[in-house]
Structures are given as C-alpha cells and as structure tokens.
C-alpha cells in the first residue's frame, strides 16, 4: 500500500518560514493527487492544499493563498509545502495525503495518509 512521511515540522516565529516534506512510497507517485491538511486542537482536519498528478494544478484554502506553495518532485517521490509569513493560527499537525480523486478538498476523499508532523508558531 502506498505510505506517506511527513518531515519539517517545528517551532518558528510568526512571520519566519518552513518548509515541510512528504515522501511517497509503495505505488506508481505520479498516479495520486497529493494534498496537505492540518488540525489544531479541538478542530477538524482541514484542507490546506493539494496538487495534482501532473504537478500543473494548484489549489489552496483562502487561509494560506499567497503563503504557502505546494510541488512536487516525481524523481524524489516527494511533494512539499513551502510556509511562509506564517502566523500563529497556522499552529497545527500537519498531514499529508494522497488520493485518486482530481479535485478532493475532504478528509473522507484521500486513502492513505501520513503520521502528520507538528508546527508550532510562536506570536
């Protein structure tokens, strides 16, 4: 099955930047869209952005549009999310997922997900 790790978390301060990593393995990479979510305490997983299997396809929640940049490199098996300006509302665990769907914005639409990796903003 496919499986997904997270890498890149921390502790930053608002306004600095991180870039997180998932990399990809167990199936063909190129043949999933791949999206970030992320969930705070006591919230939902929510949708950050996805990218899709060609890589020319973008989509990003109105929260992060302007700061964050998802790509991916098919040669590594590994897709990014590049933060930046963070705030600290943007505090939460971070995941990444993977799904066969073209445009899925839910949870319930990816099939394989990562462990998530936590990103934390300091005000």
């Known amino acids: 099955q496919v499986q997904l790790v997270e890498s890149g978390g921390g502790l930053v301060q608002a306004g600095g930047s991180l870039r997180l990593s998932c990399a990809v393995s167990?199936?063909?990479?190129?043949?999933?869209?791949t999206g970030w979510f992320r969930q705070a305490p006591g919230k939902e997983r929510e949708f950050v952005a996805r990218?899709?299997?060609?890589?020319?396809?973008?989509y990003y929640a109105d929260s992060v549009k302007g700061r964050f940049t998802i790509s991916r490199d098919n040669a590594k098996n590994t897709v990014y999310l590049q933060m930046n300006s963070l705030k600290p509302e943007d505090t939460a665990v971070y995941y990444c997922?993977?799904?066969?769907?073209?445009?899925?914005?839910?949870?319930?639409?990816?099939?394989?997900w990562g462990q998530g990796t936590q990103v934390t903003v300091s005000s």
């Open positions: 167990g199936r063909t990479f190129s043949s999933f869209t």
């Open positions: 990218i899709s299997v060609s890589g020319l396809n973008t």
């Open positions: 997922a993977a799904t066969s769907s073209r445009s899925a914005t839910i949870p319930r639409l990816y099939d394989y």
